[in-house]
């Protein structure tokens, strides 16, 4: 019953109506309660949906950085949010210290009162009266603040946070409360590591030594590379404001630096993950035929940014691969009928309504690191129109030329070729496929069924 005249309250002037009567340890967290306290849950069945994302970096003792809630729902249009942070090692222990710096979100402290806090008192940052407001894009809205971590290794502290999209109807029914946690380590005890020939061709990830190329998409394995747990693919959000694909995703970049060059070289980010990571490699001058990698986490971020050891790469001008099903670069390409639309692959791949390729066919396959296209595309932009592949490209399957109509840079890609090949007339089986161009060619291991 103590929070009865709150609920009242929120019944007749919405979540939105002021900051201070929001009561704190709402996180769903550390066996605490949730917005749905308050906030009556969308009945099952409707199809609506809401998800929250805590967005932390590794920490480095007593420095600054940035966090940032996301509370995403299709049908939201006011929101809010509550989170804390706790040692993994004990949970009734807080962890650093939260520090608002715009409008919409304040500090709260175990009593419900604004912070500052006093010393081991348990925070929360929430949401304010201002900061439920529609913002942003539509679908989602962000919340950040700033993080002081402790000064001292800690161990693991984990960040639990909930999420409120409601429907802006001036009640509290039908609304929609997410829950998620985030772990943020201690850097130095944890640096983002690439492992031993961990740089690879993303079409060939079995090919470990093979060179990179500019342009080409790679795929980076390691440990540490992002929070415990992350699993992020960029998003039309996330690009620059000339339309690139950013050069951090997830707080992690990748720094490409080459011999006696003083430039700094950045790498296109598409996906992370805390052991793996995958990005288009930047624009190398020509010269380069080595180029170190560094994973670099909160990069310009001031003492919150980590550096982690770099690792030496060859480098040549083209690098070719073939993506294949189940991305390890081995086995049936990641091939398309170009009349049906069905993907191509044999039955042992087990890919429902694949189908064979037939002589004569036009299928499209799909590779990266075959090497510049005229126009020519700058790392990072999507091409926006057909862009041949500079030099003479050879298509074999099953030891015989087949006829590429079309080689080049997919459409509403970075660093993405696509082939429009024709079957040759080949026999009924599985028939390995090579596209060369001039000396470099794709691997060896990648095949094509045939009907």
Request: contains cysteine; proline residues 8%.
């Amino acid at each position: 019953m103590k929070y009865l005249p709150l609920l009242a309250l929120l019944l007749t002037a919405s979540l939105a109506a002021t900051e201070n009567g929001l009561p704190v340890a709402r996180t769903g967290g550390f066996g605490e309660q949730t917005c749905s306290e308050c906030h009556r849950p969308e009945p099952l069945n409707t199809g609506k949906q809401a998800s929250v994302s805590v967005d932390v970096g590794p920490y480095v003792p007593d420095a600054k950085q940035r966090v940032v809630v996301k509370v995403s729902s299709a049908s939201g249009n006011r929101w809010g949010f509550q989170l804390t942070a706790r040692l993994a090692s004990d949970n009734a222990m807080p962890a650093g210290v939260f520090e608002a710096f715009n409008q919409f979100a304040a500090v709260r402290c175990t009593d419900g009162s604004f912070g500052p806090c006093g010393a081991g008192e348990v925070t929360y940052v929430t949401h304010t009266s201002v900061g439920t407001a529609p913002g942003g894009q539509p679908g989602f809205k962000q919340f950040a603040f700033d993080w002081t971590s402790p000064d001292s290794d800690v161990g693991e502290v984990v960040f639990a946070a909930a999420g409120l999209a409601a429907d802006g109807d001036k009640g509290t029914n039908s609304d929609l409360t997410a829950t998620a946690t985030a772990t943020s380590k201690h850097a130095p005890s944890n640096l983002p590591t690439i492992t031993s020939a961990g740089v690879v061709s993303a079409a060939a990830v079995q090919r470990p030594g093979q060179p990179i190329a500019p342009g080409e998409i790679i795929s980076v394995f390691g440990s540490d590379l992002a929070s415990p747990g992350t699993a992020v693919e960029v998003g039309v959000g996330d690009f620059t404001p000339l339309g690139l694909i950013p050069t951090s995703l997830a707080r992690l970049s990748f720094l490409f630096k080459v011999p006696g060059d003083p430039a700094d070289y950045l790498g296109r980010m598409l996906y992370v993950s805390d052991s793996q990571a995958n990005l288009q490699v930047p624009d190398l001058p020509a010269s380069a035929t080595t180029v170190t990698v560094q994973p670099i986490i909160n990069r310009g971020g001031g003492a919150s940014q980590i550096l982690g050891p770099a690792v030496e790469v060859a480098v040549q001008p083209r690098a070719p691969g073939l993506f294949t099903f189940g991305s390890s670069g081995v086995g049936p390409a990641a091939a398309v009928d170009s009349a049906t639309g069905r993907l191509i692959a044999p039955a042992s791949a087990g890919i429902a309504g694949a189908t064979t390729a037939q002589p004569g066919d036009v299928i499209l396959l799909f590779g990266t690191g075959f090497g510049p296209t005229t126009p020519a595309f700058q790392a990072g932009q999507l091409a926006d129109q057909a862009a041949p592949i500079n030099g003479d490209v050879q298509v074999e399957i099953g030891g015989l030329m087949a006829e590429a109509l079309y080689s080049g840079a997919a459409p509403n890609f970075a660093g993405l070729q696509q082939f429009n090949v024709k079957i040759p007339d080949l026999p009924p089986g599985e028939h390995a496929v090579i596209i060369r161009v001039g000396s470099f060619s794709s691997q060896t291991s990648v095949i094509i069924p045939v009907g």
